[in-house]
């Protein structure tokens, strides 16, 4: 599941403040919220836009402190001080939960350290609201949680709290339990947000369970039978967002050439549902499956292409 693909338009402000420029977000329906950005600040949202995770240590250090923490703080620590996000929130997800989640955010940051320019938030919604109505309320420091402080200036944390809390409403209203969800946000709060009411107590067993039935019926991909499946789906959203997967020729030939059966068969029946459902359902197999079927290697493939083509 992802929402829907938000448009950023930048414009010379041609009023008084010559030097500055208009930032115009467009979010749901009519929705739009403009920041006048200085020079500098346009100097750093370009920064943002193209960052990338920085290696510090061998990454079996890093899944190897993961696996040993023992709370779901020490975890938060864990991801703020490796750079794996901007911001999280765990409280709500089981610790074994938490640790499966990071160890992938670990694995898809070595292999792809560009994505860390959308990991600005990972954990569950409830989480991603909280700091979003902090910023709505024009506490500042919620900026900071989200490394904008020198992006975004006080006057535009409230227009900015209310329109992305709109957006994340959005996006959560449109299904009643919903797993996992990727968060497109401009790179400024795109997350990877995860179900509490699925990731707590029984109901974690229940959705492995429901995950093991998913896979055998074919709705979801071979090897897609782990809770990690789920989190690689939603960051293959982001990862064809960042590369422009689904708008590249030489996907839509290869998805052109593929009728329904091929991808039901061939594929998982989800994937049926749209392109970027199709990436994200291939992308997950491709990590997932020891032994990845002929299609999900192909989206593996394209991808890992499009992604050395990034400027
Ligand atoms: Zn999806």
């Given amino acids: ?49 193209t960052r ?44 074994y939960g938490v640790k499966r989640l990071l160890k992938v955010v670990v694995e898809i940051l070595y292999k792809y350290p560009r994505l860390r320019s959308k990991l ?31 992006i975004c200036t006080s006057e535009n944390a409230k227009n900015l709290g209310q329109f992305f809390h709109k957006m994340l409403t959005d996006l959560i209203s449109r299904h009643e339990r919903y797993i996992a969800t990727a968060m497109s946000a401009f790179g400024l709060f795109d997350a990877v947000l995860l179900d509490r009411n699925d990731y707590e107590g029984y109901a974690y067993l229940q959705f492995i369970s429901n995950l093991r039935r998913d896979e055998e019926e ?22 064809d967002e960042m590369c422009g997967l689904s708008g590249d020729p030489d996907f839509k030939s290869f998805y052109g050439s593929l009728d329904r059966d091929d991808i039901g068969n061939g594929l998982s029946e989800y994937a049926l549902a749209s392109p970027a459902e199709f990436i994200a359902e291939g992308f ?28």
């Fill in 218 to 239: 074919g709705f979801h991909p071979e090897g897609c039978h782990v809770p990690e499946s789920v989190v690689y789906h939603e960051l293959g959203h982001l990862l």
């Fill in 284 to 311: 997950a197999e491709f990590m997932c499956n020891p032994a990845p079927r002929p299609i999900a290697s192909k989206v593996g493939e394209l991808l890992d292409e499009a992604y050395k083509k990034l400027k």
């Fill in 1 to 49: 599941m992802q929402n829907f693909k938000p448009e950023l338009i930048f414009n010379n402000d041609a009023g008084n403040e010559g030097e500055r420029l208009n930032l115009t977000l467009c979010g749901v329906g009519d929705d739009k919220v403009v920041l006048k950005l200085n020079e500098e600040q346009v100097a750093l949202l370009n920064m943002r836009f």
């Fill in 52 to 95: 990338s995770f920085y290696v510090r240590c061998k990454k079996e250090r890093l899944l190897y402190d993961i696996d040993n923490a023992g709370s779901y703080i020490e975890l938060e620590e864990i991801a703020r001080k490796n750079y794996l996000c901007d911001a999280c929130e765990f409280s709500d997800i089981n610790l």
């Fill in 120 to 150: 600005c938030f990972i954990g569950t919604h409830y989480g991603m609201e909280k700091l979003l109505i902090r910023l709505e309320n024009g506490d500042e420091s919620a900026l900071c949680s989200f490394n904008l402080q020198y």
